[in-house]
């Protein structure tokens, strides 16, 4: 009889393989007349599982809201069951006024502009002081040499987003702009490389069944 | 306690600071005070990148705008940069990669760019796609073949559709355009339109999370509200990233001080320390 891991874990990751190989190649490879258009029509059919997973995750949540919605019954109102009404009510308003007027429809782009909107800028507006006035004042407290140097590049970057500051002293700006197109850059690009290696030794770990992570976890649950 | 820590505490309190940063703002709405400005390469690489375009080439711009994106990230600069392109008598095919977006640039279309009044006809100098889902295959998907969607965002089949007759993949485009998403998503787009099919590509999202690509993938970009101010500045269609980066002469002042204060205060309480401690001894 198939083993539970080789049809919840190595066959997935044989098909995952496959599809991957296709579309690497594709990518790296000059472009072949057998290989593209298979491409493509894996990608294609990626956008479309996507879909059918956003619809779920979707479907899961609205679930979970109307199993609590009508849990409330016997365990009472609370915040939860407020948050959950309120969840449920926009469902059911947005709905109706986008099967109401049809795609690309007014209503539904209305309540979402001009309340969601001004709710998000309101939001901002109570969350940026603190990030932008309180945060520094926490975080770059010069405590040691690193801390001094953080401090100091965020100091040399911070000089080049004050246009009247780069517009007297010009040199601002060009050691703002070093900054970022060299050492930031640097890191970036070790970060990127990092990475992209230990992607791939994941990956390797994974395809010779090394790899314990989730779905090893799952398996032998 | 130290007179600083004394000051600190007393008066640099949340509420204190919220109340003090929005009387400054509401001030600094009331009665903007507009500094000297330059422009920096980037930007003018930006705007060159579509002062090159013909009259009548098309721009594909990406966009996922969703929930968040437009109250937070530049709504009025899209409008300056959307406005400009229209100026140019350029077409515009938006591809939308999150739910929310295909109704969002709609409405963006309508309520901000205006783009009746420029003449801008649906269908003809601009279309919405529909959500295309997968984020990356999707954006590959789209590249390989931008009849892909089948249909634009009122299901008209994208064959009736004028200003699809002539671009089957993104490389029959003049320039391609991203936006939004964040750091994960603008690799995406250069990986797969850029690098894939060799397009032109300018960022409108930040220097950042495409500086290694900048200058042989990407030909212009806008540094987060730097940029977009300088945009703005510079083509004079004027949004908010102007006045919102002017601000910054004060509000990045406002940060250094309280940086400044907050070290002095952490010094001289462990100034105060040593003295307790040696006293003591």
Not at chain 1, 109 to 120: D, E, G, I, P, R
Not at chain 2, 92 to 110: D, L
Not at chain 2, 131 to 147: K, L, R, T, Y
Request: a neutral charge; one cysteine or more.
């Amino acid at each position: 009889m198939m083993s539970t891991r080789i049809y919840r874990r190595q066959i997935p990751i044989f098909v995952v393989s496959f599809f991957m190989a296709v579309l690497l190649i594709d990518y790296y490879a000059p472009k072949l007349p057998i290989i593209s258009p298979v491409s493509s029509t894996f990608l294609a059919w990626g956008a479309m599982i996507a879909l059918i997973q956003l619809s779920f995750g979707y479907l899961t949540l609205l679930r979970m809201h109307v199993e609590r919605a009508s849990r409330a019954q016997s365990e009472g109102f609370n915040q939860r069951t407020f948050k959950t009404i309120i969840v449920l009510a926009t469902f059911v308003i947005m709905t109706v006024i986008g099967i109401y007027e049809g795609r690309g429809n007014a209503g539904p782009s209305f309540l979402f502009w001009y309340s969601n909107l001004v709710a998000m800028a309101g939001v901002g507006t109570v969350l940026e002081w603190i990030s932008h006035y309180s945060s520094p004042a926490r975080m770059f407290k010069i405590t040691s040499l690193e801390s001094g140097a953080m401090f100091l590049t965020w100091l040399l970057v911070c000089f080049r987003e004050m246009p009247t500051v780069v517009v007297l002293f010009p040199f601002t700006e060009s050691i703002g702009d070093w900054i970022m197109k060299t050492p930031y850059m640097a890191s970036n690009r070790g970060v990127m490389i990092a990475a992209g290696i230990g992607i791939v030794i994941l990956a390797v770990r994974a395809l010779v069944g090394k790899e314990p992570g989730l779905v090893e976890m799952e398996v032998t649950k | 306690m130290t007179a600083v820590e004394n000051f600190v505490t007393t008066w640099l309190t949340p509420k204190k600071m919220a109340v003090f940063f929005t009387i400054l703002t509401i001030l600094y709405m009331l009665f903007p005070v507009m500094l000297p400005m330059k422009v920096s390469s980037w930007t003018t690489d930006y705007i060159a990148e579509i002062d090159r375009l013909e009259p009548g080439d098309v721009v594909v711009w990406g966009h996922n705008w969703g929930d968040l994106i437009p109250a937070r990230s530049g709504l009025t600069f899209n409008t300056a940069v959307m406005q400009y392109l229209m100026s140019k008598q350029l077409k515009i095919i938006f591809v939308c990669f999150s739910p929310a977006t295909p109704s969002n640039m709609y409405t963006f279309m309508h309520d901000y760019a205006k783009s009746e009044d420029y003449g801008y006809v649906y269908g003809v100098d601009w279309v919405v796609t529909p959500f295309i889902s997968g984020e990356e295959s999707g954006i590959a998907a789209v590249g390989d073949d931008m009849w892909y969607p089948k249909v634009d965002m009122f299901g008209t089949p994208i064959s009736e559709i004028p200003i699809y007759q002539d671009i089957h993949v993104i490389s029959d485009a003049q320039l391609t355009m991203c936006d939004g998403g964040g750091f994960s998503w603008q690799p995406m787009y250069v990986r797969q339109w850029a690098i894939r099919h060799k397009m032109r590509m300018v960022n409108n999202y930040g220097f950042q999370v495409i500086a290694i690509y900048y200058g042989i993938y990407v030909q212009g970009c806008l540094d987060r509200t730097r940029g977009q101010a300088e945009f703005e500045y510079a083509t004079d269609f004027q949004g908010e990233e102007v006045l919102r980066f002017q601000f910054r002469n004060i509000g990045a002042s406002l940060v250094f001080l309280s940086v400044a204060l907050g070290n002095i205060a952490l010094y001289s309480k462990k100034k105060e320390e040593r003295d307790t401690v040696g006293v003591v001894a």
